[in-house]
């Protein structure tokens, strides 16, 4: 132990995790704050929430706290709620193959117990070394028993224990690291790096839900242009995604991901609201027009008919990875299927579109996929043209655009390359 005053930010303690700690000591348990916080405490940053580790068990805490509530099935963990915050309270640990299997098994199985273990074991079960430095803030006092402290000040991420081991004992801990590369700028050594290129198939096993926490933390946290360029070094994009790095290889799909990224983390940045959606849609874009071509060639399809088999078939097959909930599965279609209809600027049809609920969205995605390179005979600028119109200039716009939609109607085949063809009514 040491006496670290310097070391952390204690301005920036929640008073909420204070009074979490503070309430758990004076009934007799140890409590500490660890993990994340800690790491972002030493780093000068102020913490986006706060884990605590004691001694006492859930229904102890939960008894200490009104209010809060034992959340997780396997593993027991407390949620202290004030107002908006929570601060996290877990009880040490013993090293257990099983306690980070995600709360999402569905069969039925007896769940394992809780196996709770000494201050020590508590150590030794986490990920990282500067994941597992504990802070004391009564005593100001800094336990470090795995050279945390050092590797945060040295921007090192390394595995308590054999990484290997530990990356097969929870092959999540390989997205953790990437993320910790991502948003904290930490370094991913060369071993290490090979560790994870040789076991990046252990992400299969992953449960797709927990997967897919795992990607909103990776891609809808500020950093996820940085998480894309780690996950692709690192050799798991493909793990994770198999379809979408697939038509990395024959079109500007990685190009059309990063902007998407890039995007979300601007609006982060700018406070405004973010949806995976944006991020799923631009992921599996070419794999979806690949595949509705595909239909369209195989058999007598309309356009309608292939893009809604071709969105089913292609979502289905990314939720055998990473599961996408209802709610986001059905915006990026519709983000997918308006990219057929903003072609159509003829009429009341502009007007209309911009009504839609997901315009705006379906907007921005055109103007990523004309960024990454594809060819849309300048729509973007149109449409952009368009909205900034006083809406009396508006119906001569329609006219300009100097197409004749009837002469249109007869099908033509289709180039692979041109992802904007002959208006679909939809
Ligand atoms: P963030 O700043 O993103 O919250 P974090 O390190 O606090 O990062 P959490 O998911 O909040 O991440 O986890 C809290 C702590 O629990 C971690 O710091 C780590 O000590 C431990 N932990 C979380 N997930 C694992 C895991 N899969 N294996 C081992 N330890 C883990
Ligand atoms: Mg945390």
Same mark, same amino acid.
Not at 9 to 13: A, G, K, M, T
């Given at each position: 132990m040491n006496h670290a005053l310097s070391l952390i930010?204690?301005?920036?303690?929640s008073i909420n995790a204070l009074k979490v700690v503070n309430r758990l000591t004076e009934h007799g348990y140890q409590a500490y704050l660890v993990g994340g916080c800690i790491r972002d405490l030493i780093l000068g940053k102020v913490p986006k929430d706060f884990d605590v580790a004691t001694d006492a068990h859930p229904e102890d805490i939960r008894d200490l706290f009104r209010n809060s509530r034992i959340v997780g099935k396997r593993f027991k963990i407390v949620h202290v709620r004030f107002g908006r915050e929570i601060v996290e309270v877990t009880t040490f640990r013993a090293p257990h193959?099983?306690?980070?299997?995600?709360?999402?098994?569905?069969?039925?199985?007896t769940l394992v117990d809780n196996i709770y273990g000494t201050f020590e074991e508590d150590v030794f079960r986490r990920d990282f070394a500067m994941n597992a430095v504990y802070y004391q803030p009564e005593a100001h006092e800094i336990t470090d028993l795995a050279g945390g402290v050092e590797d945060i000040q040295l921007k090192r991420i390394r595995t308590i224990g054999d990484p290997e081991a530990r990356f097969r004992e929870d092959p999540v801990r390989m997205l953790r690291a990437i993320r910790f590369e991502a948003k904290l700028e930490f370094h991913i050594s060369d071993e290490l790096h090979n560790t994870i290129r040789s076991l990046g198939?252990?992400?299969?096993?992953?449960s797709a839900a927990r997967l897919f926490e795992e990607v909103l933390k990776l891609f809808m946290s500020g950093h996820g242009a940085a998480a894309l360029d780690s996950m692709v070094n690192h050799e798991l994009y493909g793990w994770m995604f198999p379809d979408s790095k697939r038509s990395m290889e024959e079109h500007p799909a990685e190009e059309l991901v990063r902007l998407a990224l890039t995007s979300t983390d601007s609006r982060i940045a700018e406070g405004k609201p973010v949806t995976p959606a944006f991020i799923y849609a631009a992921m599996l874009w070419f794999p979806f027009v690949d595949e509705r071509d595909q239909l369209q060639k195989e058999g007598r399809i309309s356009h309608v008919a292939a893009s809604h088999e071709a969105a089913n078939n292609i979502l289905s097959k990314q939720q055998l990875f990473t599961s996408i909930p209802r709610r986001f599965s059905g915006t990026i279609r519709d983000i997918w299927f308006l990219q057929f209809r903003l $072609? #159509?600027?003829?009429?009341?049809k502009p007007d209309t579109l911009m009504e839609h609920k997901r315009f705006r969205a379906a907007y921005d995605f055109l103007l990523i996929r004309e960024a990454a390179?594809?060819?849309?005979?300048n729509l973007g600028d149109w449409w952009t043209e368009y909205q900034e119109a006083a809406p009396e200039r508006r119906p001569e716009m329609k006219q300009s655009t100097?197409?004749?939609r009837k002469r249109k109607r007869k099908r033509k085949p289709r180039? $692979? #390359?041109?992802?904007?063809d002959t208006p679909t009514p939809t």
């Open positions: 930010h204690e301005e920036n303690i193959d099983e306690q980070y299997e995600d709360n999402h098994s569905e069969s039925g199985m198939h252990l992400i299969q096993d992953v $072609p #159509n600027r003829a009429t009341k390179g594809e060819e849309t005979g100097g197409k004749r180039s $692979p #390359n041109a992802m904007i």
